[in-house]
């Protein structure tokens, strides 16, 4: 492992908050075979919109919705244990717009997105190559679909 000190570049570390820890929601929506389907949605649209975004961002849960992200609460210091990370989410998604994956035109997103950390972040972390990263990443979607994903619209 290469270690290097970079001038003014700072790098914190923390417990998850309330020593809890989640896996990502950020593709949730409501299955065809939903014996509720109006309830399941309403639920959907509760969870993702601003009420429960900005309690979920207090708690220390990453949001993605701009109108959380850029509070300026969470900008405060004493907010930044837990969502000091918020700035550069905001600079990120700015860098975005325009940008549309067809990972959400997919029935196998969910499964997708969650197996698409693994290879990405050993890339970011340096343990392998951004070539190697896209070819497992290649490898477990062909596995998740079966073959070539089917892409909807």
Same mark, same amino acid.
């Given at each position: 492992m290469q270690t290097e000190k970079v001038a003014? &570049?700072?790098? /914190?570390?923390?417990?998850?908050?309330?020593?809890?820890?989640?896996?990502?929601?950020?593709?949730?929506?409501?299955?065809?075979s939903s014996a509720h389907p109006k309830e399941a949605m309403d639920f959907v649209a509760y969870i993702g919109g601003h009420d429960a975004q900005m309690e979920f961002a207090k708690a220390g849960g990453t949001s993605t919705l701009m109108s959380v992200l850029s509070d300026?609460?969470?900008?405060?210091?004493?907010?930044? &244990?837990?969502? /000091?990370?918020?700035?550069?989410?905001?600079?990120?998604f700015e860098s975005m717009k325009g940008f549309r994956s067809n990972l959400f035109d997919?029935?196998?997103?969910?499964?997708?997105?969650?197996?698409?950390?693994?290879?990405l972040q050993s890339a970011a972390a340096g343990q392998i190559s951004a070539r190697q990263a896209a070819e497992q990443l290649a490898g477990e979607v062909e596995k998740i679909c079966g073959g070539p994903c089917p892409i909807g619209k």
């Open positions: 003014g &570049a700072q790098m /914190g570390v923390a417990e998850a908050p309330e020593k809890k820890a989640y896996i990502g929601g950020f593709l949730l929506a409501v299955s065809a300026p609460a969470f900008a405060a210091p004493e907010s930044r &244990a837990k969502t /000091g990370h918020f700035a550069t989410l905001l600079e990120i997919t029935p196998f997103g969910a499964k997708i997105y969650n197996t698409m950390q693994i290879p």
